[in-house]
């Protein structure tokens, strides 16, 4: 981090392996769109043993994706950040096992606003405040129940109590 810093920058997001681990592994166990855009089939293929016709819509489920016990070991379900220490893959739409925004020619356009848009602000926060649970509650009481939908969301809102950091 530099010297007197004020505010978390891009520039320093790139020195922050933990946290972009972090950042990683949420759009990993949580991707905002679970579906991704549907595809027509351009020609006859087999994948995994079933015939695919020509002309078939496929959907891919990005969050069964990330959640493959065969790419992501027994505990896929888990968060775990560190686990983008022992396998180098990235959302930028080449590593199959991760592709919260797609990939290919109809990979997400807004790929890099968003991450900036997760990294940025979040590291701020993290920088400036700690942040609790509220009246006493513990970390196995909040709900981890989605909604699903075009966008999923949590069932229940998680609430947060700020604490200022003196930086």
């Not at 888990?78 to 080449?94: A, C, Q, S």
């Not at 848009?117 to 920088?127: D, G, K, Q, W």
Request: charged fraction near 30%; proline fraction near 8%.
């Amino acid at each position: 981090m530099r010297e007197g810093l004020t505010f978390v920058t891009e520039d320093d997001v790139k020195n922050l392996p933990y946290f972009r681990a972090l950042v990683k592994e949420t759009l990993r166990i949580e991707p905002v769109i679970p579906l991704l855009v549907p595809r027509r089939c351009s020609q006859n293929t087999k994948i995994a043993g079933y015939d695919i016709p020509a002309g078939t819509t496929v959907n891919v489920n990005a969050w069964a994706v990330s959640r493959d016990e065969k790419e992501w070991g027994p505990n896929a379900d888990e968060f775990r950040p560190e686990r983008f220490f022992e396998k180098d893959v990235d959302f930028k739409g080449t590593d199959y096992e991760f592709i919260p925004f797609g990939s290919g020619r109809r990979m997400c356009p807004g790929m890099r606003l968003g991450s900036a848009m997760l990294e940025v602000p979040y590291a701020n926060l993290l920088y400036k405040f700690d942040f609790k649970l509220p009246n006493g509650m513990k970390p196995d009481e909040i709900n981890m129940d989605v909604m699903t939908g075009l966008a999923m969301h949590k069932a229940e809102h998680l609430m947060l109590v700020p604490e200022k950091v003196n930086v």
